[in-house]
Nanobody, 119 residues
């Protein structure tokens, strides 16, 4: 098991910034990649960004490229999502996730943190 604890969500005005954190514990040696998803009301959950644990390869959804940055602190088993130039359409519950293999699937999920961007 790899329990995940997210923090850093909140309410911010459009154009503002937030930094999300996700701390992993347990079998952290098994982490292959970590990522951030989000789910807005009435919409499907979507992948926002991901990073491989060993090689730091990253991926971003087109909707957040140039505004969001994913990074990791390996000794602290923590992944971050720096969100700048936030827009009302970024409003969602943001979830941290872990994949333990190179297969395109996610094995562990956090409880989610609410991000609300007001216009």
């Amino acid at each position: 098991q790899v329990p995940l604890v997210e923090s850093g969500g909140g309410l911010v005005q459009a154009g503002g910034s937030l930094r999300l954190s996700c701390a992993a514990s347990g079998r952290t040696f098994s982490i292959y990649r970590m990522g951030w998803f989000r789910q807005a009301p009435g919409k499907e959950r979507e992948l926002v960004a991901r990073i491989t644990w060993g090689g730091s390869s990253t991926y971003y959804a087109d909707s957040v490229k140039g505004r969001f940055t994913i990074s990791r602190d390996i000794p602290k088993n923590t992944v971050f999502l720096q969100m700048n130039s936030l827009k009302p359409e970024d409003t969602a519950v943001y979830y941290c996730a872990v994949g333990i293999t190179s297969q395109p699937k996610w094995d562990y999920w956090g409880q989610g943190t609410q991000v609300t961007v007001s216009s």
